[in-house]
């Protein structure tokens, strides 16, 4: 059985500071994995998308990076700002004949102070 | 582009009702997912449906049903409602067509049970 763990739970830091979050699973065997933001109440917004035969993807001031043999993926954030805070969920979407069954980690909850 | 529109975004039944959410995907997309968050529990797969079939499902009682329709829209329905079911339902969509299958979010439906 897939699981998803994200560390930290939670996360303050200064605006402009540059900040990693971490997701780790258990089973290597993935499609995808999938970094989403949510704010509160509200529905998810993906931010990147890596398939399992790339290393990296980015878009602006994200950064996302796969290490499928070691189950590991993290995303870096720079220059942070208030308008960052969120929580970052990541999630993987396992093999075989699904292409639409995403795992999720609990979650980062990200503040970033002005 | 239209994203991922849920009907009704709030929604206030008690115990032992029914209900039923619906779930219009982008334009294009043939697959919808539907999961349940909660504070405990997090984010939980439902089930997938591509091509109005299910391909997926997760490990909810038989009262958590669903179908698609021939033109992708998706509805989910609970029966004999109980406390537990109040969450947030979201759905998403997708291509399906392959392992490059990114998901897209709708901003959700509140439900409360009382």
């Known amino acids: 059985k897939q699981e998803v763990t994200q560390i930290p739970a939670a996360l303050s830091v200064p605006e402009g500071e540059n900040l990693v979050l971490n997701c780790s699973f258990t089973?290597?065997?993935?499609?995808?994995l999938q970094w989403f933001r949510q704010d509160p109440g509200k529905g998810l917004t993906s931010l990147l998308l890596?398939?399992?035969?790339?290393r990296e993807q980015t878009s602006g001031r994200l950064n996302a990076s796969l290490d499928k043999s070691s189950g590991r993926s993290t995303l870096y954030i720079a220059a942070s700002q208030p308008g960052d805070s969120a929580t970052y969920l990541c999630?993987?979407?396992?093999?075989?004949?699904?292409?639409?069954?995403?795992?999720f980690g609990q979650g980062t909850i990200l503040t970033v102070h002005p | 582009k239209a994203g991922v529109t849920q009907t009704p975004r709030y929604l206030i039944k008690t115990r032992g009702q029914q209900v039923t959410l619906s779930c219009s995907p982008i334009?294009?997309?043939?697959?919808v997912s539907w999961y349940q968050q909660t504070p405990g529990q997090g984010l939980q797969f439902l089930f997938e449906?591509?091509?109005?079939?299910?391909?997926n499902k997760g490990n909810f009682p038989g009262r958590f049903s669903g179908r698609q329709f021939s033109n992708s829209r998706s509805e989910m329905n609970v029966s004999t409602l109980e406390l537990g079911d109040s969450a947030l339902y979201l759905c998403?969509?997708?291509?399906?067509?392959?392992?490059?299958?990114?998901?897209?979010f709708g901003p959700g439906t509140r439900l409360t049970v009382l």
């Open positions: 089973d290597s065997a993935i499609y995808n």
């Open positions: 890596i398939q399992s035969s790339q």
């Open positions: 999630a993987v979407c396992a093999g075989g004949t699904s292409y639409g069954k995403l795992t």
């Open positions: 998403a969509s997708g291509l399906w067509a392959s392992s490059y299958n990114e998901q897209f």
């Open positions: 449906y591509f091509s109005e079939t299910q391909r």
């Open positions: 334009s294009g997309h043939r697959s």
